[in-house]
Protein backbone atom coordinates (compact mmCIF):
# COMPACT_ATOMS: atom_id res chain seq x y z
CA UNK A 1 0.00 0.00 0.00
CA UNK A 2 1.70 3.09 -0.91
CA UNK A 3 2.38 6.21 1.81
CA UNK A 4 0.03 8.71 1.64
CA UNK A 5 0.67 10.34 4.96
CA UNK A 6 1.88 14.01 3.46
CA UNK A 7 -1.65 14.46 2.55
CA UNK A 8 -3.50 13.63 5.55
CA UNK A 9 -3.56 16.58 7.47
CA UNK A 10 -5.18 18.57 4.34
CA UNK A 11 -8.28 15.87 4.27
CA UNK A 12 -11.41 15.49 6.15
CA UNK A 13 -13.15 12.18 6.15
CA UNK A 14 -16.48 11.40 4.76
CA UNK A 15 -19.42 11.12 6.98
CA UNK A 16 -21.45 8.19 5.48
CA UNK A 17 -24.29 8.36 7.68
CA UNK A 18 -25.03 11.45 6.64
CA UNK A 19 -25.45 10.63 2.77
CA UNK A 20 -27.27 7.36 3.11
CA UNK A 21 -30.53 6.88 4.57
CA UNK A 22 -31.33 4.70 7.72
CA UNK A 23 -31.07 1.59 6.04
CA UNK A 24 -27.97 2.10 5.03
CA UNK A 25 -26.70 1.05 0.97
CA UNK A 26 -27.90 -2.13 -0.74
CA UNK A 27 -25.60 -4.56 -2.24
CA UNK A 28 -26.52 -3.39 -5.64
CA UNK A 29 -25.77 0.52 -5.08
CA UNK A 30 -22.22 1.94 -5.44
CA UNK A 31 -22.54 3.91 -1.90
CA UNK A 32 -21.84 -0.04 -0.53
CA UNK A 33 -18.52 -0.76 -3.10
CA UNK A 34 -16.93 2.83 -2.85
CA UNK A 35 -13.62 3.03 -0.90
CA UNK A 36 -14.04 5.95 2.02
CA UNK A 37 -12.19 7.48 4.40
CA UNK A 38 -14.57 7.45 6.83
CA UNK A 39 -13.16 6.10 9.86
CA UNK A 40 -9.95 4.93 8.04
CA UNK A 41 -8.09 6.22 5.36
CA UNK A 42 -8.41 3.57 2.51
CA UNK A 43 -6.19 1.38 0.42
CA UNK A 44 -6.23 2.92 -3.43
CA UNK A 45 -4.06 0.43 -4.29
CA UNK A 46 -6.87 -0.71 -7.23
CA UNK A 47 -8.72 2.16 -7.27
CA UNK A 48 -9.09 3.43 -11.02
CA UNK A 49 -10.19 6.72 -10.01
CA UNK A 50 -10.50 8.51 -6.81
CA UNK A 51 -12.88 11.67 -5.27
CA UNK A 52 -11.63 14.61 -3.73
CA UNK A 53 -14.53 16.82 -2.69
CA UNK A 54 -13.36 20.78 -2.53
CA UNK A 55 -16.19 23.40 -2.46
CA UNK A 56 -13.61 25.97 -2.39
CA UNK A 57 -15.58 29.25 -4.20
CA UNK A 58 -14.06 32.30 -3.04
CA UNK A 59 -12.86 32.76 -6.55
CA UNK A 60 -16.15 32.93 -7.78
CA UNK A 61 -18.60 33.65 -4.86
CA UNK A 62 -18.38 32.05 -0.91
CA UNK A 63 -20.39 29.18 0.08
CA UNK A 64 -21.65 29.12 3.13
CA UNK A 65 -20.48 25.29 3.62
CA UNK A 66 -17.71 24.68 1.73
CA UNK A 67 -18.69 20.57 1.95
CA UNK A 68 -22.45 21.57 0.98
CA UNK A 69 -21.60 20.82 -2.96
CA UNK A 70 -19.16 17.54 -2.79
CA UNK A 71 -21.63 16.28 -0.34
CA UNK A 72 -24.83 17.05 -1.89
CA UNK A 73 -23.00 14.94 -5.14
CA UNK A 74 -21.80 12.21 -3.28
CA UNK A 75 -25.29 11.36 -1.87
CA UNK A 76 -26.53 11.15 -5.47
CA UNK A 77 -23.55 9.35 -7.16
CA UNK A 78 -23.25 6.57 -3.92
CA UNK A 79 -26.70 5.66 -4.16
CA UNK A 80 -26.87 4.41 -8.26
CA UNK A 81 -26.34 1.25 -9.35
CA UNK A 82 -23.13 -0.50 -8.95
CA UNK A 83 -22.79 -1.97 -13.01
CA UNK A 84 -19.38 -1.58 -14.00
CA UNK A 85 -17.90 -4.19 -11.09
CA UNK A 86 -14.42 -4.03 -12.98
CA UNK A 87 -13.61 -0.46 -12.41
CA UNK A 88 -13.22 0.48 -8.76
CA UNK A 89 -13.78 3.71 -7.29
CA UNK A 90 -12.23 5.85 -3.97
CA UNK A 91 -12.83 8.49 -2.46
CA UNK A 92 -10.42 10.22 0.40
CA UNK A 93 -13.20 13.05 1.41
CA UNK A 94 -13.26 17.00 1.40
CA UNK A 95 -10.05 18.91 1.14
CA UNK A 96 -10.01 21.67 4.08
CA UNK A 97 -10.24 25.58 3.19
CA UNK A 98 -6.89 27.12 3.65
CA UNK A 99 -6.68 30.67 5.60
CA UNK A 100 -6.62 32.34 1.71
CA UNK A 101 -8.10 30.97 -1.18
CA UNK A 102 -4.14 31.07 -2.32
CA UNK A 103 -3.61 28.33 0.07
CA UNK A 104 -6.59 26.77 -0.76
CA UNK A 105 -4.78 26.20 -4.08
CA UNK A 106 -1.82 24.79 -2.43
CA UNK A 107 -3.95 22.26 -0.50
CA UNK A 108 -5.65 21.15 -3.44
CA UNK A 109 -2.46 21.27 -5.57
CA UNK A 110 -0.49 18.64 -3.26
CA UNK A 111 -3.69 16.06 -2.83
CA UNK A 112 -3.81 16.17 -6.35
CA UNK A 113 -0.13 16.54 -6.89
CA UNK A 114 0.15 12.97 -4.31
CA UNK A 115 -2.31 11.25 -6.08
CA UNK A 116 -1.06 11.47 -9.27
CA UNK A 117 2.52 10.98 -8.20
CA UNK A 118 1.05 7.84 -7.31
CA UNK A 119 -0.60 6.91 -10.79
CA UNK A 120 -4.10 7.46 -9.45
CA UNK A 121 -6.80 9.26 -11.72
CA UNK A 122 -8.09 12.35 -9.87
CA UNK A 123 -11.92 13.27 -10.27
CA UNK A 124 -11.99 16.64 -8.60
CA UNK A 125 -15.68 17.70 -6.81
CA UNK A 126 -14.99 21.44 -7.24
CA UNK A 127 -15.81 24.50 -6.26
CA UNK A 128 -15.48 27.32 -8.61
CA UNK A 129 -13.82 26.75 -12.02
CA UNK A 130 -10.70 28.81 -10.91
CA UNK A 131 -9.54 25.32 -8.86
CA UNK A 132 -8.75 24.19 -12.58
CA UNK A 133 -5.35 26.30 -11.80
CA UNK A 134 -4.25 24.50 -8.36
CA UNK A 135 -5.49 21.16 -11.05
CA UNK A 136 -2.59 22.20 -13.32
CA UNK A 137 0.00 23.72 -10.73
CA UNK A 138 -0.01 19.89 -9.45
CA UNK A 139 1.61 18.90 -13.34
CA UNK A 140 3.35 22.55 -13.32
CA UNK A 141 5.32 21.52 -9.98
CA UNK A 142 6.59 18.20 -11.44
CA UNK A 143 7.03 19.99 -14.91
CA UNK A 144 5.21 18.20 -16.56
CA UNK A 145 4.03 19.27 -19.95
CA UNK A 146 0.33 18.57 -20.63
CA UNK A 147 -2.59 19.09 -22.95
CA UNK A 148 -5.55 20.58 -21.33
CA UNK A 149 -9.29 20.55 -22.23
CA UNK A 150 -12.13 22.80 -20.73
CA UNK A 151 -15.43 22.58 -21.11
CA UNK A 152 -16.98 25.99 -20.71
CA UNK A 153 -19.63 28.41 -21.61
CA UNK A 154 -17.32 31.39 -21.38
CA UNK A 155 -13.60 31.72 -21.86
CA UNK A 156 -11.97 32.76 -18.44
CA UNK A 157 -9.69 35.51 -19.70
CA UNK A 158 -11.49 38.03 -18.59
CA UNK A 159 -8.94 40.17 -17.09
CA UNK A 160 -11.18 43.36 -16.02
CA UNK A 161 -12.82 41.23 -13.72
CA UNK A 162 -11.64 40.79 -10.05
CA UNK A 163 -13.21 37.53 -9.57
CA UNK A 164 -10.10 34.64 -10.18
CA UNK A 165 -12.76 32.32 -11.38
CA UNK A 166 -13.10 34.51 -14.76
CA UNK A 167 -9.54 35.55 -15.67
CA UNK A 168 -7.54 31.80 -14.13
CA UNK A 169 -6.90 31.02 -17.90
CA UNK A 170 -4.25 33.74 -18.49
CA UNK A 171 -2.11 32.22 -15.47
CA UNK A 172 -2.21 28.64 -16.64
CA UNK A 173 -2.13 29.65 -20.57
CA UNK A 174 0.68 32.49 -20.52
CA UNK A 175 2.25 32.26 -16.91
CA UNK A 176 5.81 31.34 -16.53
CA UNK A 177 7.34 28.60 -15.96
CA UNK A 178 4.68 27.14 -18.44
CA UNK A 179 3.41 23.55 -18.97
CA UNK A 180 0.85 23.50 -21.04
CA UNK A 181 1.97 22.17 -24.80
CA UNK A 182 -1.69 22.64 -26.22
CA UNK A 183 -4.73 24.25 -24.98
CA UNK A 184 -8.65 23.12 -25.75
CA UNK A 185 -11.63 24.58 -25.07
CA UNK A 186 -15.02 22.96 -25.73
CA UNK A 187 -18.52 24.39 -25.95
CA UNK A 188 -18.38 28.12 -25.68
CA UNK A 189 -21.38 30.17 -26.56
CA UNK A 190 -20.04 33.14 -28.33
CA UNK A 191 -22.42 35.95 -27.02
CA UNK A 192 -19.98 35.48 -23.88
CA UNK A 193 -16.60 35.90 -26.11
CA UNK A 194 -15.29 38.63 -27.11
CA UNK A 195 -14.22 37.89 -30.78
CA UNK A 196 -10.96 39.36 -30.47
CA UNK A 197 -10.22 36.91 -27.71
CA UNK A 198 -10.74 33.87 -29.83
CA UNK A 199 -7.95 35.63 -32.44
CA UNK A 200 -6.02 35.87 -29.57
CA UNK A 201 -6.12 32.01 -28.63
CA UNK A 202 -5.94 31.09 -32.76
CA UNK A 203 -2.67 33.09 -32.70
CA UNK A 204 -1.30 30.84 -30.03
CA UNK A 205 -2.50 27.88 -31.67
CA UNK A 206 -5.06 26.70 -29.09
CA UNK A 207 -8.50 25.03 -30.55
CA UNK A 208 -11.68 26.37 -29.63
CA UNK A 209 -15.36 25.19 -30.32
CA UNK A 210 -18.29 26.34 -30.31
CA UNK A 211 -21.13 24.55 -28.62
CA UNK A 212 -23.43 24.64 -32.20
CA UNK A 213 -20.50 23.16 -33.85
CA UNK A 214 -20.06 20.45 -31.06
CA UNK A 215 -23.07 18.97 -31.00
CA UNK A 216 -23.45 18.78 -34.52
CA UNK A 217 -20.77 16.45 -34.12
CA UNK A 218 -20.52 15.66 -30.88
CA UNK A 219 -18.15 12.05 -31.54
CA UNK A 220 -15.46 14.63 -32.85
CA UNK A 221 -14.64 15.78 -29.47
CA UNK A 222 -13.62 12.24 -28.63
CA UNK A 223 -9.95 12.22 -30.11
CA UNK A 224 -10.10 16.21 -28.30
CA UNK A 225 -10.22 14.78 -24.68
CA UNK A 226 -8.19 11.41 -25.73
CA UNK A 227 -5.07 13.62 -26.26
CA UNK A 228 -5.51 15.49 -23.14
CA UNK A 229 -3.85 15.25 -19.45
CA UNK A 230 -5.91 17.58 -17.85
CA UNK A 231 -9.73 17.83 -18.40
CA UNK A 232 -12.24 20.46 -16.40
CA UNK A 233 -16.03 20.68 -16.52
CA UNK A 234 -17.88 23.68 -15.71
CA UNK A 235 -21.32 23.44 -15.13
CA UNK A 236 -22.51 26.60 -17.41
CA UNK A 237 -21.50 24.46 -20.22
CA UNK A 238 -24.89 22.47 -19.49
CA UNK A 239 -28.58 24.38 -19.94
CA UNK A 240 -30.00 25.54 -17.23
CA UNK A 241 -33.03 23.07 -17.64
CA UNK A 242 -30.46 19.94 -16.78
CA UNK A 243 -28.42 22.03 -14.43
CA UNK A 244 -31.02 24.31 -11.99
CA UNK A 245 -27.66 25.70 -10.22
CA UNK A 246 -26.23 26.86 -14.11
CA UNK A 247 -27.79 30.52 -13.30
CA UNK A 248 -24.99 31.68 -16.54
CA UNK A 249 -27.37 30.78 -19.33
CA UNK A 250 -30.26 28.90 -20.69
CA UNK A 251 -28.33 27.51 -23.56
CA UNK A 252 -25.74 24.71 -23.85
CA UNK A 253 -25.10 21.02 -23.68
CA UNK A 254 -28.24 18.81 -22.33
CA UNK A 255 -27.90 16.31 -19.41
CA UNK A 256 -27.13 13.46 -22.17
CA UNK A 257 -24.36 15.16 -23.80
CA UNK A 258 -22.54 16.27 -21.00
CA UNK A 259 -22.80 12.38 -19.42
CA UNK A 260 -21.00 11.61 -23.06
CA UNK A 261 -18.41 13.97 -22.81
CA UNK A 262 -17.35 12.40 -19.46
CA UNK A 263 -17.49 8.97 -20.97
CA UNK A 264 -14.56 10.06 -23.51
CA UNK A 265 -12.60 11.29 -20.71
CA UNK A 266 -13.07 7.63 -19.03
CA UNK A 267 -11.76 6.32 -22.36
CA UNK A 268 -8.70 8.16 -22.53
CA UNK A 269 -5.78 6.59 -21.07
CA UNK A 270 -3.97 10.13 -21.11
CA UNK A 271 -6.72 11.99 -18.78
CA UNK A 272 -5.88 11.47 -15.66
CA UNK A 273 -7.25 14.87 -13.23
CA UNK A 274 -10.82 15.38 -13.95
CA UNK A 275 -12.63 18.82 -11.91
CA UNK A 276 -16.00 19.46 -12.35
CA UNK A 277 -16.32 22.66 -10.59
CA UNK A 278 -19.43 25.20 -10.69
CA UNK A 279 -21.70 23.37 -8.10
CA UNK A 280 -22.63 25.75 -5.89
CA UNK A 281 -25.98 23.77 -4.04
CA UNK A 282 -27.68 26.46 -2.73
CA UNK A 283 -28.80 27.27 -6.31
CA UNK A 284 -29.70 24.10 -6.99
CA UNK A 285 -33.21 22.88 -7.29
CA UNK A 286 -34.52 19.36 -6.52
CA UNK A 287 -30.88 18.57 -6.06
CA UNK A 288 -31.51 18.21 -10.16
CA UNK A 289 -27.84 19.54 -10.53
CA UNK A 290 -26.54 17.33 -8.16
CA UNK A 291 -27.99 14.15 -10.01
CA UNK A 292 -27.09 15.65 -13.14
CA UNK A 293 -22.81 15.36 -12.07
CA UNK A 294 -23.69 11.57 -9.93
CA UNK A 295 -25.10 10.78 -13.83
CA UNK A 296 -21.47 12.15 -15.57
CA UNK A 297 -19.53 10.43 -12.97
CA UNK A 298 -21.76 7.02 -13.91
CA UNK A 299 -20.87 7.48 -17.19
CA UNK A 300 -16.77 8.18 -16.24
CA UNK A 301 -17.17 4.70 -15.17
CA UNK A 302 -18.69 3.75 -18.15
CA UNK A 303 -15.80 5.14 -20.30
CA UNK A 304 -13.14 3.59 -17.60
CA UNK A 305 -14.58 0.21 -18.37
CA UNK A 306 -14.87 0.61 -22.15
CA UNK A 307 -11.33 2.43 -21.86
CA UNK A 308 -9.58 -0.93 -20.34
CA UNK A 309 -10.80 -2.88 -23.47
CA UNK A 310 -8.32 -0.68 -25.51
CA UNK A 311 -4.89 -2.40 -26.84
CA UNK A 312 -1.79 -0.69 -26.47
CA UNK A 313 -0.73 1.62 -29.89
CA UNK A 314 2.39 -0.95 -29.77
CA UNK A 315 0.74 -4.03 -30.32
CA UNK A 316 0.29 -2.96 -34.36
CA UNK A 317 -1.88 -6.62 -34.81
CA UNK A 318 -4.51 -5.11 -32.69
CA UNK A 319 -5.63 -2.36 -35.14
CA UNK A 320 -6.56 -2.19 -39.05
CA UNK A 321 -3.30 -0.02 -40.70
CA UNK A 322 -3.78 2.30 -43.49
CA UNK A 323 -0.92 3.92 -45.50
CA UNK A 324 -1.97 6.93 -47.56
CA UNK A 325 -0.91 10.11 -49.28
CA UNK A 326 -3.17 13.09 -49.18
CA UNK A 327 -2.06 16.53 -50.71
CA UNK A 328 0.96 15.17 -51.65
CA UNK A 329 1.70 13.81 -48.32
CA UNK A 330 2.08 10.36 -47.05
CA UNK A 331 1.05 9.18 -43.30
CA UNK A 332 -0.26 6.39 -41.58
CA UNK A 333 -4.09 5.98 -40.13
CA UNK A 334 -4.78 2.76 -37.13
CA UNK A 335 -8.23 1.39 -36.64
CA UNK A 336 -8.49 -0.15 -33.11
CA UNK A 337 -10.04 -3.63 -33.75
CA UNK A 338 -11.42 -3.91 -30.20
CA UNK A 339 -13.03 0.36 -29.96
CA UNK A 340 -12.83 0.98 -33.43
CA UNK A 341 -10.99 4.12 -32.59
CA UNK A 342 -9.04 6.32 -34.94
CA UNK A 343 -4.92 7.52 -34.60
CA UNK A 344 -3.06 9.57 -37.13
CA UNK A 345 0.66 9.94 -37.93
CA UNK A 346 1.44 13.88 -36.88
CA UNK A 347 3.99 16.04 -39.02
CA UNK A 348 6.67 14.57 -36.39
CA UNK A 349 5.87 11.00 -36.90
CA UNK A 350 3.78 10.39 -33.69
CA UNK A 351 0.55 9.13 -33.30
CA UNK A 352 -2.58 11.30 -32.27
CA UNK A 353 -6.11 10.77 -31.73
CA UNK A 354 -8.49 11.12 -34.75
CA UNK A 355 -11.62 10.60 -35.74
CA UNK A 356 -12.87 8.60 -39.08
CA UNK A 357 -14.12 11.63 -40.19
CA UNK A 358 -10.60 12.26 -40.23
CA UNK A 359 -10.11 9.57 -42.49
CA UNK A 360 -12.50 10.17 -45.05
CA UNK A 361 -11.22 13.73 -45.47
CA UNK A 362 -7.66 11.99 -45.96
CA UNK A 363 -9.11 9.58 -48.22
CA UNK A 364 -10.75 12.16 -50.61
CA UNK A 365 -6.82 13.59 -50.90
CA UNK A 366 -7.84 16.66 -48.65
CA UNK A 367 -5.86 17.31 -45.65
CA UNK A 368 -7.63 16.82 -42.06
CA UNK A 369 -8.23 20.32 -39.97
CA UNK A 370 -6.78 17.99 -36.88
CA UNK A 371 -3.53 17.48 -38.85
CA UNK A 372 -3.16 20.66 -39.70
CA UNK A 373 -3.55 22.24 -36.96
CA UNK A 374 -0.97 19.49 -35.30
CA UNK A 375 1.27 20.69 -38.38
CA UNK A 376 1.28 24.66 -37.19
CA UNK A 377 1.57 23.20 -33.64
CA UNK A 378 4.59 21.45 -34.67
Not at 101 to 117: G, R, T, W
Not at 126 to 133: A, E, M, R, V
Not at 180 to 197: K, L
Not at 257 to 286: F, K, R, W
Amino acid sequence: MADYESILDFLEPVNLYELSDDEGYKDTQLGKHILVNDEYFPDLEEADFVIVGFGESRGFAPSPNINAGPNAIRKEFYSLFYWHKEVRVADVGNVRAGASLQDSYAALKSVVHELIQHKKRVVILGGSHDLTLAQYKAYASNEQIIEATCVDAKIDLNMDSILPADHFLMDMLVGEPNFVRHYNHIGFQSYFVHPNMLETIDKLRFDCYRVGRVKEKLEEMEPVIRNSDLFSFDISAIQHSHAPANRLTPNGFNGEEACTLMQYAGMSMNVNTIGIYGYLPHQDEHDLTAKQISHMLWYLMDGIYKGKNEAKLEDRHNFNEFRMAFAELETTFLQSKRTGRWWMEDPNGKMIACSHFDYMVASANDIPERWMRAAERS
